[in-house]
């Protein structure tokens, strides 16, 4: 079996806490009082859930659970990576324990390669094999990779039970966490199987961050701008004005912009909860930083990086289409690249025409790209012809081989 069964709190454990259980229940209610927390609502028709936010949050993890489900589960079954177990997993299982819930921690291979349905087989036995049943609940607590596995293993055991997401990169805390895709990978292409699973709740702790490699919050960087770009124009400004706080990692600028993300695609999600109409906009960027990804067999690019370059290029679609102006295509730019350096694009331009006609979104040969009108503001477009994704992605190239600081 690839996971490994690494902790295992009983209720004998659960019940020998009484002043771990007092502390926490202080600290909730001081988060609480001193507004340390913030809480997002995601309205969806089929079910509501909430986004809470703040620095204190994995600590009051067990006991914001354990309220949201209104009792206590039979089951925590904790999905994570050693990695992030290793900083983080102390944190999460001291509150639980202290809530009174019993748990297992399950271990997974790190990494998009192991975004897998192997991956989800060798959870949901580890689930059986410890008695988990339809009171139980999934805990994903990880990044990206973590969060689809987990949610997809937790969507279809025994037909479904609940997930509650605590997302530890930059990425999923601002994208991957909230609206409820979860999946895994095919040989065939990525995120090829998958559910919508929304979560119970999600439980964002911008100081897991402090232990997150440089490259991977930056990548995280790209998902905020693109929020920006799309729906608001305010965190858009303030990433170009707070370039320093950003990437310190300044604790009130995460929140700033962790809080802003989230409200964006809390409000496309809610409006369109399957990928009918609204959410589209939050591809932008992606129909070419998909195939960039793809071209480069998965190694070049983090996802984040791809989509940075993603946008150049719709930017760069948009002022040859006629729906972006000039000046707007340049802010764009700029602003992307003062979050690189970025991996060097050396994709042809006809091979990443290629890969869009032949991405899952495409459909009848028809790809669709979202433009930018104005910062906040974009469109849906479906004829761009390939000669202007051709010139973009040269575009993208001449870019790369120009900045020294470029990878
Ligand atoms: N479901 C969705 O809506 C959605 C949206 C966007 C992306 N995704 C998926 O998310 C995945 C990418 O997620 P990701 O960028 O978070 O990558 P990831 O999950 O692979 O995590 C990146 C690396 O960071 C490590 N890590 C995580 N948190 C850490 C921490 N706090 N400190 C130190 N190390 C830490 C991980 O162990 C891993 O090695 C892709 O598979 C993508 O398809 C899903
Ligand atoms: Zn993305």
């Known amino acids: 079996m690839g996971s490994v069964v690494l902790r295992w709190c009983s209720n004998f454990d659960v019940n020998t806490q009484p002043f771990e259980r007092a502390l926490q229940r202080l600290l909730q209610c001081c988060a609480i009082l001193?507004?340390?927390?913030?809480?997002?609502?995601?309205?969806?028709?089929?079910?509501?859930?909430?986004?809470?936010?703040?620095?204190?949050?994995?600590?009051?993890?067990?006991?914001?659970?354990?309220?949201?489900?209104?009792?206590?589960?039979?089951?925590?079954?904790?999905?994570?990576?050693?990695?992030?177990?290793?900083?983080?997993?102390?944190?999460?299982?001291?509150?639980?324990?202290?809530?009174?819930?019993?748990?297992?921690?399950?271990?997974?291979?790190?990494?998009?390669?192991?975004?897998?349905?192997?991956?989800?087989?060798?959870?949901?036995?580890?689930?059986?094999?410890?008695?988990?049943?339809r009171g139980s609940i999934v805990i994903a607590l990880g990044g990206g990779v973590v969060g689809d596995v987990a949610g997809f293993a937790a969507s279809i055991y025994m037909r479904g039970i609940p997930v509650v997401q605590i997302p530890t990169t930059l990425l999923a805390q601002v994208d991957a966490s909230v609206g409820g895709k979860t999946g895994v990978?095919?040989?065939?292409?990525?995120?090829?199987?998958?559910?919508?699973?929304?979560?119970?709740?999600?439980?964002?702790d911008p100081q897991v961050l402090s232990t997150l490699p440089a490259r991977e919050y930056r990548a995280g960087l790209f998902e905020v701008i693109k929020c920006g770009i799309i729906r608001d124009a305010k965190i858009f400004g303030f990433m170009e004005d707070h370039k320093e706080?950003?990437?310190?990692?300044?604790?009130?600028?995460?929140?700033?912009?962790?809080?802003?993300?989230?409200?964006?695609?809390?409000?496309?999600v809610a409006k369109d909860e399957r990928e009918g109409g609204l959410r589209r906009i939050l591809n932008f960027g992606h129909t070419i930083g998909h195939a960039l990804?793809?071209?480069?067999?998965?190694?070049?690019?983090?996802?984040?990086?791809?989509?940075?370059?993603?946008?150049?290029?719709?930017?760069?679609?948009?002022?040859?289409t006629g729906v972006t102006p000039q000046k707007t295509a340049q802010q764009i730019s700029a602003l992307i690249q003062t979050y690189g350096p970025l991996p060097q694009v050396k994709s042809a331009a006809q091979d990443?025409?290629?890969?869009?006609?032949?991405?899952?979104?495409?459909?009848?040969?028809?790809?669709?790209?979202?433009?930018?009108t104005k910062i906040g503001r974009t469109l849906i477009a479906n004829g761009v012809p390939n000669v202007a994704v051709k010139k973009a992605v040269d575009r993208l190239r001449q870019l790369s081989s120009e900045r020294l600081a470029v990878r």
């Open 34 to 133: 001193l507004r340390l927390v913030k809480r997002i609502r995601v309205s969806l028709k089929s079910s509501a859930y909430e986004v809470l936010l703040g620095s204190e949050s994995l600590r009051i993890a067990g006991a914001e659970i354990a309220r949201t489900l209104g009792g206590i589960p039979s089951l925590c079954l904790v999905v994570t990576t050693a990695r992030v177990h290793k900083h983080w997993g102390n944190i999460l299982e001291r509150s639980l324990r202290a809530a009174g819930l019993r748990f297992l921690v399950i271990e997974i291979k790190d990494g998009e390669s192991h975004k897998n349905f192997a991956a989800v087989e060798s959870l949901m036995r580890d689930f059986a094999k410890h008695g988990a049943d």
């Open 185 to 204: 990978n095919l040989a065939a292409g990525k995120n090829m199987v998958g559910t919508f699973h929304q979560p119970r709740l999600v439980l964002i």
């Open 245 to 268: 706080q950003v990437l310190n990692r300044d604790p009130k600028a995460l929140i700033r912009m962790i809080t802003s993300a989230v409200k964006v695609k809390a409000d496309i």
């Open 293 to 320: 990804e793809a071209d480069s067999i998965y190694k070049r690019f983090l996802h984040g990086e791809a989509v940075g370059w993603g946008m150049v290029a719709a930017a760069e679609i948009g002022v040859l």
């Open 352 to 372: 990443i025409v290629r890969l869009i006609q032949s991405d899952k979104k495409t459909r009848n040969g028809v790809p669709h790209f979202v433009l930018v």
